[in-house]
């Protein structure tokens, strides 16, 4: 009887003591008489001496030593365990587990020589069990998750005696067997672990020997995306009148996913008289000044600056694609042209689309609008490109016909029997290189009309008059020609038939696989010598049992149950009865193999990232699949878990919550199973802090358990950095000490345990307004990956009385610095160095401000300062944004102003790419 349909079990402890004394003995070499001798242990005992456990209960032994001065103590951390069956008992440390019926002693070891054993009986005694009751880990029986999500089941066993068993994970996944009603939404592991796969609903239920549990049910929420921000390609661009220029725009999801969205969005310009923008995104610049481009959706926006200038073109080159000024083109083909054009004041445009082209000789070339250059006839020609009156330098195209070089005569067959009729086909090799079917081009003869004609599709025809011989066949065009010799034999009789696969190779009996198609064909030997000709239209095919095979007229096989199966190919006629069976046997198509493959390859990485998994099942038919979507994905190690895209489910991850190690596997349905092994190199999450600001090097000042002042904010709709809101950051940081900006990342939620006092805009980040007077507002943040992390700050909202005058502008060097305002005046100006054609958001202005109480603050005022540049033949920045673009090799000084008050910050531009200070 298994112990899991036992109860109770009754354990008796009978302590049978031995004493072993140790002491000090008497050594030889004179001490002093009057040193006190420590102490001896004489004996040990264990208790309780007697123990009765329910199953699955623990029973915690102590153990207490009596020494040679009398005294008693407990030495329980001191002594060692064992036991001596431990499929009846098990122990941890001084902790044991009644697993199994019988007897089994424990050992309390003190040292040499000083044990105690006990002898413990289990006896199970009758009981059934009445229910198995199935939660979640929270006690609930429903629950509503999104996708994603991960939980853990429960399952108690009630017995007929009112006893109950809770199931460990390991007893789960050794003792229950769960159903559930849509694998789809959700999976459940053998310990009861539930992952949310897709939105919908389930019910799992747990199977318990023969009792099956209440249902539990899971209703999956559908994930909401939705669009966080817009990128626009190209940044501020400077363009001349009349130019064009494609603006794209790229959409970033609140799932993570990048969408190009420049059909989507909607375009507008500041100021279309300077440059206007189509549907699709197209810009033109039709006089000179600025104008904002901007793209919006959904209430999100993006905008790129556009400078128009009113420079004149003064030279036009043209070329080919290649760089070239004179190309040699075969006759039929095309070449490409590339027009660039230099302005007044030294910029230089792609015009490719804009120049009018024009060709010397129209006959020999035809120039497309896109510059694609055709030669229709062979010679020469010059073309040459204008726009606005600009004329463009010459290139000159040479247009070489194409000739042929040689032809071959490919056919199916060149024996013929009269009367019979086979296809030819004539490939020609030009001088391009290029082969083509020439077919309906050549001109076809046949050298013996007797014996063989052929028509103008190369269609070669047999007499029918008996004629023995050979036939050349010729094909012709212009003066190259090519011939095939066609034997024609008069029909005798079959003398065998062998039905062959259609690869030729000798079929044998063996195995069809259900749904599989083979192609066979049948060949003939003839009493004149012919050999192994193909006969397969000639013959009739037939297939039996019907419906465990098929085959058509064309030796066509398809299995369709299982079963044996007899394929037959029969020639009957005038010249000769003879025919061919081959014999297979038709099995299901199973899977015989799985494999698991990974990229990276070995399956080796870093915390941080994860590990792309898919499964390929190998089938009897030899045929390969992947099923990466079907299998069931397990890992041994509860700090990696398996990710299956709701989109596309044959996007598998394996994902990591902290270093490990393991295995994971994909188990088919039928059973077959394929691992691989992985590592996880690295540091592991610990805990999260909040900081008061944004530094780029997660070093602002931690807040976490604090209470900082913050003033009430009139309107908590416009932008929150200028109304003067609190920006609290939120850094996971791993046991390494580094840390991991997840302000941003899915799973982060920010709560105000007062919203009507102290309300935090989650619609715009982590910001924090005063709304109403209050002290020691909780403001909590709460992160899940893989378990919650949680931390607070306090805040006491006041009235701000105090104001605050700008004193100086700092910039600060970003591609070396990184991103914050800091508190310290030597991180400003620090010089920038970039190479050119480099461009970049690289500077960030900050502001320090006095305050009326004493205070001195720096603050980010990078949406409110207008930049400029020293030297735009060196370095252009944008106005308004501070983006910066590298254009000659040289030093600038690029300068924010907000009023009267400026800072600025030394650039250097090299020809080296990998420039940094």
Same mark, same amino acid.
């Given at each position: 009887?298994?112990?899991?349909?036992?109860?109770?079990?009754?354990?008796?402890?009978?302590?049978?003591?031995?004493?072993?004394?140790?002491?000090?003995?008497?050594?030889?070499?004179?001490?002093?008489?009057?040193?006190?001798?420590?102490?001896?242990?004489?004996?040990?005992?264990?208790?309780?001496?007697?123990?009765?456990?329910?199953?699955?209960?623990?029973?915690?032994?102590?153990?207490?030593?009596?020494?040679?001065?009398?005294?008693?103590?407990?030495?329980?951390?001191?002594?060692?365990?064992?036991?001596?069956?431990?499929?009846?008992?098990?122990?941890?440390?001084?902790?044991?587990?009644?697993?199994?019926?019988?007897?089994?002693?424990?050992?309390?070891?003190?040292?040499?020589?000083?044990?105690?054993?006990?002898?413990?009986?289990?006896?199970?005694?009758?009981?059934?069990?009445?229910?198995?009751?199935?939660?979640? %880990?929270?006690?609930?029986?429903?629950?509503?998750?999104?996708?994603?999500?991960?939980?853990?089941?429960?399952?108690?066993?009630?017995?007929?005696?009112?006893?109950?068993?809770?199931?460990?994970?390991?007893?789960?996944?050794?003792?229950?067997?769960?159903?559930?009603?849509?694998?789809?939404?959700?999976?459940?592991?053998?310990?009861?672990?539930?992952?949310?796969?897709?939105?919908?609903?389930?019910?799992?239920?747990?199977?318990?020997?023969?009792?099956?549990?209440?249902?539990?049910?899971?209703?999956? %929420?559908?994930?909401?995306?939705?669009?966080?921000?817009?990128?626009?390609?190209?940044?501020?661009?400077?363009?001349?009148?009349?130019?064009?220029?494609?603006?794209?725009?790229?959409?970033?999801?609140?799932?993570?996913?990048?969408?190009?969205?420049?059909?989507?969005?909607?375009?507008?310009?500041?100021?279309?008289?300077?440059?206007?923008?189509?549907?699709?995104?197209?810009?033109?610049?039709?006089?000179?000044?600025?104008?904002?481009?901007?793209?919006?959706?959904?209430?999100?926006?993006?905008?790129?600056?556009?400078?128009?200038?009113?420079?004149?073109?003064?030279?036009?080159?043209?070329?080919?694609?290649?760089?070239?000024?004179?190309?040699?083109?075969?006759?039929?083909?095309?070449?490409?042209?590339?027009?660039?054009?230099?302005?007044?004041?030294?910029?230089?445009?792609?015009?490719?689309?804009?120049?009018?082209?024009?060709?010397?000789?129209?006959?020999?070339?035809?120039?497309?609008?896109?510059?694609?250059?055709?030669?229709?006839?062979?010679?020469?020609?010059?073309?040459?490109?204008?726009?606005?009156?600009?004329?463009?330098?010459?290139?000159?195209?040479?247009?070489?016909?194409?000739?042929?070089?040689?032809?071959?005569?490919?056919?199916?067959?060149?024996?013929?029997?009269?009367?019979?009729?086979?296809?030819?086909?004539?490939?020609?090799?030009?001088?391009?290189?290029?082969?083509?079917?020439?077919?309906?081009?050549?001109?076809?003869?046949?050298?013996?009309?007797?014996?063989?004609?052929?028509?103008? %599709?190369?269609?070669?025809?047999?007499?029918?008059?008996?004629?023995?011989?050979?036939?050349?066949?010729?094909?012709?065009?212009?003066?190259?020609?090519?011939?095939?010799?066609?034997?024609?034999?008069?029909?005798?009789?079959?003398?065998?038939?062998?039905?062959?696969?259609?690869?030729?190779?000798?079929?044998?009996?063996?195995?069809?696989?259900?749904?599989?198609?083979?192609?066979?064909?049948?060949?003939?030997?003839?009493?004149?010598?012919?050999?192994?000709?193909?006969?397969?239209?000639?013959?009739?095919?037939?297939?039996?049992?019907?419906?465990?095979?098929?085959?058509?007229?064309?030796?066509?096989?398809?299995?369709?149950?299982?079963?044996?199966?007899?394929?037959?190919?029969?020639?009957?006629?005038?010249?000769?009865?003879?025919?061919?069976?081959?014999?297979?046997?038709?099995?299901?198509?199973?899977?015989?193999?799985?494999?698991?493959?990974?990229?990276?390859?070995?399956?080796?990485?870093?915390?941080?990232?994860?590990?792309?998994?898919?499964?390929?099942?190998?089938?009897?038919?030899?045929?390969?699949?992947?099923?990466?979507?079907?299998?069931?994905?397990?890992?041994?190690?509860?700090?990696?878990?398996?990710?299956?895209?709701?989109?596309?489910?044959?996007?598998?991850?394996?994902?990591?919550?902290?270093?490990?190690?393991?295995?994971?596997?994909?188990?088919?349905?039928?059973?077959?199973?394929?691992?691989?092994?992985?590592?996880?190199?690295?540091?592991?999450?610990?805990?999260?802090?909040?900081?008061?600001?944004?530094?780029?090097?997660?070093?602002?000042?931690?807040?976490?358990?604090?209470?900082?002042?913050?003033?009430?904010?009139?309107?908590?709709?416009?932008?929150?950095?200028?109304?003067?809101?609190?920006?609290?950051?939120?850094?996971?940081?791993?046991?390494?000490?580094?840390?991991?900006?997840?302000?941003?990342?899915?799973?982060?939620?920010?709560?105000?345990?007062?919203?009507?006092?102290?309300?935090?805009?989650?619609?715009?980040?982590?910001?924090?307004?005063?709304?109403?007077?209050?002290?020691?507002?909780?403001?909590?943040?709460?992160?899940?990956?893989?378990?919650?992390?949680?931390?607070?700050?306090?805040?006491?909202?006041?009235?701000?009385?105090?104001?605050?005058?700008?004193?100086?502008?700092?910039?600060?060097?970003?591609?070396?610095?990184?991103?914050?305002?800091?508190?310290?005046?030597?991180?400003?100006?620090?010089?920038?160095?970039?190479?050119?054609?480099?461009?970049?958001?690289?500077?960030?202005?900050?502001?320090?401000?006095?305050?009326?109480?004493?205070?001195?603050?720096?603050?980010?005022?990078?949406?409110?300062?207008?930049?400029?540049?020293?030297?735009?033949?060196?370095?252009?920045?944008?106005?308004?944004?501070?983006?910066?673009?590298?254009?000659?090799?040289?030093?600038?000084?690029?300068?924010?102003?907000?009023?009267?008050?400026?800072?600025?910050?030394?650039?250097?531009?090299?020809?080296?790419?990998?420039?940094?200070?």
């Amino acid at each position: 009887m298994s112990f899991l349909k036992r109860n109770f079990l009754y354990i008796m402890l009978i302590s049978i003591i031995t004493v072993v004394m140790t002491g000090c003995g008497g050594g030889g070499g004179g001490g002093d008489d009057h040193t006190p001798i420590p102490p001896t242990l004489k004996s040990i005992e264990i208790t309780p001496s007697q123990a009765m456990l329910k199953v699955g209960e623990t029973q915690a032994f102590t153990v207490k030593g009596t020494y040679s001065d009398g005294n008693v103590k407990d030495i329980t951390g001191n002594v060692s365990f064992s036991s001596s069956d431990e499929n009846i008992v098990k122990l941890d440390g001084n902790t044991a587990r009644a697993v199994g019926a019988g007897q089994a002693t424990i050992t309390a070891i003190a040292g040499p020589g000083i044990t105690d054993t006990t002898t413990v009986t289990v006896t199970v005694p009758n009981a059934t069990v009445t229910d198995v009751q199935l939660t979640f %880990k929270n006690g609930q029986t429903a629950v509503e998750v999104p996708v994603d999500a991960y939980g853990e089941l429960k399952v108690k066993v009630v017995y007929s005696d009112g006893s109950t068993w809770e199931l460990t994970s390991s007893e789960i996944e050794n003792s229950i067997v769960f159903s559930v009603s849509d694998s789809k939404v959700v999976d459940v592991h053998k310990d009861g672990f539930v992952s949310a796969i897709a939105s919908g609903e389930a019910t799992i239920t747990a199977n318990f020997e023969e009792t099956a549990s209440n249902m539990v049910s899971v209703t999956v %929420k559908p994930e909401t995306v939705t669009l966080e921000s817009i990128t626009l390609s190209p940044l501020d661009h400077t363009m001349p009148v009349g130019d064009q220029i494609q603006f794209t725009a790229t959409g970033h999801y609140s799932d993570n996913s990048v969408e190009d969205i420049t059909l989507s969005v909607n375009w507008n310009s500041s100021d279309p008289k300077v440059a206007s923008i189509d549907a699709k995104g197209l810009v033109t610049a039709n006089a000179e000044g600025t104008a904002n481009i901007t793209a919006t959706l959904d209430s999100i926006s993006e905008s790129r600056g556009v400078t128009v200038k009113a420079a004149n073109i003064t030279s036009i080159q043209l070329t080919f694609a290649n760089g070239q000024t004179s190309a040699t083109v075969p006759v039929g083909t095309t070449g490409t042209l590339e027009a660039i054009a230099t302005y007044s004041d030294g910029e230089n445009a792609d015009v490719t689309n804009r120049v009018s082209y024009f060709a010397y000789d129209d006959k020999v070339v035809d120039v497309q609008k896109n510059g694609s250059v055709r030669a229709v006839a062979a010679g020469s020609s010059e073309i040459k490109a204008k726009l606005d009156g600009v004329e463009s330098n010459a290139v000159s195209v040479k247009a070489v016909p194409v000739t042929l070089q040689g032809i071959e005569i490919q056919g199916e067959d060149d024996t013929l029997f009269t009367g019979e009729q086979t296809q030819l086909t004539a490939m020609g090799s030009f001088s391009d290189g290029i082969v083509r079917d020439i077919t309906q081009d050549v001109s076809w003869r046949s050298e013996n009309l007797d014996v063989a004609t052929v028509d103008d %599709k190369g269609i070669v025809t047999a007499n029918n008059k008996g004629r023995e011989g050979d036939a050349v066949i010729k094909a012709a065009y212009e003066l190259v020609e090519s011939s095939l010799t066609i034997h024609v034999k008069n029909p005798t009789q079959v003398t065998s038939l062998k039905i062959v696969e259609d690869d030729g190779s000798i079929s044998t009996n063996g195995e069809f696989v259900v749904g599989e198609t083979l192609k066979f064909k049948a060949l003939a030997d003839f009493d004149n010598g012919v050999t192994g000709r193909d006969v397969t239209q000639y013959v009739t095919w037939t297939a039996s049992p019907v419906g465990t095979v098929s085959v058509d007229q064309n030796g066509l096989v398809t299995a369709l149950k299982a079963g044996d199966a007899f394929v037959t190919a029969a020639y009957k006629g005038t010249h000769g009865n003879v025919s061919d069976t081959i014999r297979g046997t038709v099995v299901e198509k199973t899977v015989t193999e799985v494999v698991v493959f990974s990229d990276p390859e070995p399956a080796k990485t870093e915390v941080g990232h994860s590990i792309r998994l898919e499964a390929w099942a190998t089938f009897n038919d030899g045929s390969n699949q992947n099923v990466s979507d079907t299998v069931k994905w397990t890992t041994d190690n509860s700090d990696t878990f398996v990710r299956v895209d709701k989109d596309n489910p044959k996007l598998v991850t394996l994902e990591v919550i902290a270093a490990a190690n393991g295995t994971v596997t994909a188990e088919h349905s039928s059973g077959v199973r394929g691992s691989k092994s992985f590592i996880f190199e690295g540091k592991t999450p610990d805990h999260i802090e909040i900081q008061e600001s944004y530094c780029g090097d997660g070093n602002c000042p931690v807040i976490t358990g604090k209470t900082v002042d913050i003033p009430i904010v009139d309107d908590v709709n416009y932008d929150p950095v200028s109304e003067g809101a609190y920006y609290p950051t939120a850094w996971l940081v791993y046991s390494d000490g580094s840390k991991e900006y997840i302000n941003t990342e899915r799973g982060i939620n920010w709560w105000s345990a007062d919203q009507v006092r102290a309300y935090v805009n989650t619609l715009k980040g982590s910001f924090v307004f005063g709304r109403g007077v209050g002290n020691g507002i909780e403001i909590k943040v709460t992160y899940s990956r893989d378990r919650d992390y949680t931390a607070s700050f306090y805040v006491n909202v006041k009235e701000d009385t105090t104001t605050k005058t700008l004193e100086e502008i700092g910039i600060v060097n970003t591609k070396d610095q990184g991103w914050g305002c800091t508190p310290n005046d030597a991180d400003y100006g620090k010089k920038l160095t970039v190479a050119v054609e480099e461009h970049g958001k690289w500077l960030q202005a900050c502001g320090k401000f006095n305050y009326s109480d004493g205070t001195v603050k720096w603050e980010d005022i990078n949406n409110n300062v207008a930049w400029f540049s020293s030297d735009r033949d060196v370095a252009r920045v944008s106005t308004y944004t501070g983006d910066l673009k590298a254009i000659s090799v040289g030093n600038a000084v690029i300068t924010a102003q907000l009023t009267e008050i400026k800072g600025s910050i030394d650039v250097v531009v090299t020809n080296d790419a990998n420039a940094t200070e």
